[in-house]
């Protein structure tokens, strides 16, 4: 089943080849017959690929250990979906994982080739193809899952313990959704420029293809989150981690980009600056898959320590984006915008705000590879948390400023002074908010905090009124609640939920309590109103590993609330020691425990936390989600049948 599997991969490499050369040629001769290869040849490619992950997938669920990969990342006493999960646990698989998601993508485009214009479709495809051969090359060359290994080895090394954990089966699939996604937008951008016809019907094709990827992009960075936080015991949700800034900076730029393909759709403008976004955001993509598996980085999150690797994905880096570019600056200056953008429109907030994003990306971007630099020039420095709150955050505070008053700004153009004024109840709350919120919630002035809140406010407020004017326009309520487009929805919930993010780390990051302490069976220790008393520890056999698991019982003012059992696990058969942490949780606080090493014959340290208001940073991620979801549904965006008539003009009929 393993040659199988490899055969598929060597046949998928011969077919991509054929997908990305001979639709440029029928382009080129304007040969429909050629044009056509594309949709064949990505459909074709994606079963080849499926029957290699199947082949893969098999080999771990019957424990094939004559495979190097399954015998590194598994075990004959790893539970059934921890070992369809390491399919993707470690590089070669995880790769595999992305070659899946792009030839999915690929069959997705080919399904719809027939609503495109004939070139367009090819072009598309093509340069997807072209895309694959590079990552089949690299898996067949140097990180091949189907290696055989003799002696064939008794029994698998393991999964990574960090791994085993059901929020890295969701993680990886979730992410590299959206990493991949962002190679349609990459590869309709190419497509424009080769052919020149970028206008407000190209926006249309692309705009679905990139807020899918965008939702499963912030879906998976916001699961890593919530992973990262229970999983690593330490409390935290972000740490600037680069392989957390590698999956940030291209959500960054694709929220640039689904704004600016708004504009594009609507007004015809910004189309070069629309096309750049898109070329950005794929390559960084490809940015991020060079640092996860390069080597440079020492992160929970890597992949790879192998530099050979590296530089097969530097150099294939540098081809996309230098080629990409190229073409960049050859073809766009014929992309000529349909009009002129006033700064006081809606087009022209939507312009900052995509200034602001792209700033934010380069600041995490230098902050990212600056230590790299450093270190390759034999110099050895470290840029952390305070770099990127301190560059960061300034840049965000504008940005929730355009995003609270977008809605109120009409297109074309808009007068300053009624658009404030038209706002003023909105500020008016916000500030009312922001004074009484901390005091209210947590007994505090913070200057900070009240700024914050007063953000968040603005954000949410903000939101809510496309809608409600929406709504007013019409003498029927209901009727005026049925005629929201459901893009708006879509905007009304990813803007909620980054206010609740907002208000969610402002007083996560102010008002936590952290506390180190020593205790024995019966011993108390007090955070706030809270009082956590250790039990004692029990051992406990799991399936592949040993646990000392304790049990904290959590009283305010004498009232049993919880009960937390915090675990200290051991896997035997890699020697890691892992914790798992214990939270209860409502949308108010987070109390959480984390069990330490033991001291002496009964005392343990333990890591007690208090956390107000952290759910709402995940119940953020969850709404910008289903906002994303409920862009992507927009009926205004379904794909119909194009015609291509007037040489480049392109009329679409939806």
């Known amino acids: 089943m393993a040659e199988i599997g490899h055969y598929a991969l060597i046949l998928a490499l011969a077919v991509a080849i054929a997908q990305s050369v001979l639709p440029v040629i029928g382009y080129l001769r304007r040969d429909s017959r050629w044009l056509a290869i594309g949709v064949s040849g990505a459909q074709t490619q994606f079963g080849l690929v499926v029957l290699a992950y199947a ?3 098999l080999a771990f669920v019957y424990n094939d250990f004559s495979l190097s990969y399954v015998a590194s990342n598994s075990h004959s ?9 390491a399919v993707w646990g470690a590089h070669e698989g995880s790769l595999l994982l992305w070659l899946l998601m792009l030839t999915g993508w690929g069959f997705a485009v080919s399904l719809s080739s027939r609503k495109l214009p004939a070139d367009i479709a090819a ?3 093509a340069t997807m193809g072209a895309i694959s051969v590079g990552f089949i090359l690299f898996m067949l060359f140097t990180s091949n899952p189907f290696d055989r290994v003799f002696p064939v080895p008794l029994e698998g090394r393991d999964l990574n313990p960090l791994l085993q954990d059901p929020g890295l089966i969701i993680h990886p699939p979730t992410l590299y959704m959206g990493y991949v996604g962002m190679s349609v937008a990459f590869s309709f951008a190419i497509a424009a420029l080769v052919t020149g016809k970028l206008d407000v019907a190209w926006a249309r094709w692309t705009r679905p293809y990139t807020t899918v990827a965008w939702l499963f992009l912030t879906m998976g960075i916001t699961l890593g989150s919530w992973w990262a936080y229970n999983e690593l015991g330490w409390g935290g949700w972000w740490f600037w981690d680069p392989v957390e800034n590698a999956s940030f900076m291209p959500w960054l730029v694709g929220t640039a980009l689904i704004h600016s393909l708004a504009v594009t759709e609507k007004r015809g403008v910004l189309k070069s600056w629309t096309v750049l976004l898109a070329i950005l955001a794929f390559s960084l993509s490809l940015l991020g898959t060079f640092l996860v598996r390069s080597g440079v980085l020492v992160s929970v999150h890597a992949f790879a320590t192998d530099p050979a ?15 990409a570019l190229l073409l960049y600056a050859w073809r766009a200056p014929k992309l000529v915008s349909d009009g002129e953008v006033d700064l006081m429109s809606r087009e022209g907030l939507l312009l900052l705000n995509n200034v602001f994003l792209v700033a934010a990306a380069a600041a995490v971007l230098i902050g990212t590879l600056y230590p790299l630099v450093g270190e390759a020039m034999g110099a050895k420095v470290s840029v952390g948390p305070p770099y990127f709150n301190l560059i960061f955050l300034p840049l965000m505070m504008p940005l929730a400023v355009l995003v609270g008053m977008s809605a109120r700004v009409g297109w074309k153009r808009a007068r300053l002074r009624s658009a404030l004024w038209s706002l003023r109840w909105m500020l008016l709350t916000s500030l009312v908010c922001a004074a009484l919120l901390p005091f209210v919630l947590e007994r505090s002035t913070k200057w900070l905090a009240m700024l914050g809140t007063a953000f968040a406010i603005w954000v949410m407020l903000g939101s809510l009124l496309d809608v409600v004017h929406r709504v007013r326009s019409k003498r029927d309520r209901w009727q005026g609640l049925r005629s ?3 893009g708006t929805w879509g905007m009304t919930c990813a803007h909620l939920g980054l206010g609740f993010w907002i208000f969610g780390v402002t007083y996560a990051s102010l008002f936590s309590v952290e506390k180190d302490v020593r205790l024995g069976p019966q011993q108390a220790a007090e955070i706030g109103p809270y009082t956590f008393t250790f039990q004692g520890t029990q051992h406990v056999e799991g399936a592949n590993y040993r646990a000392d698991v304790g049990s904290v019982l959590v009283e305010r003012e004498g009232k049993l609330i919880a009960k937390l059992q915090p675990e200290k696990r051991l896997y035997p058969s890699q020697g890691s020691v ?3 942490s214990a939270v209860d949780h409502n949308p108010r606080r987070d109390l959480y425990v984390a069990l330490g090493e033991p001291i002496g014959e009964n005392d343990w340290a333990l890591r007690l936390y208090y956390k107000p208001f952290m759910r709402l940073v995940w119940f953020g991620g969850v709404l910008m989600f289903f906002g994303g979801i409920l862009a992507a549904s927009d009926k205004r965006y379904r794909l119909a049948r194009r015609a291509v008539v007037a040489g480049d003009d392109v009329k679409a009929a939806v």
């Open 55 to 57: 082949m893969l997938t």
């Open 77 to 85: 006493a790893l539970p059934l979906i921890y070992r369809l999960s």
């Open 123 to 125: 072009l598309v495809l």
């Open 309 to 323: 690797r590296g530089v097969f994905i530097l150099a294939f880096l540098a081809t996309v984006l230098g080629s």
């Open 484 to 486: 929201v487009p459901a």
């Open 578 to 580: 892992m914790t798992e």
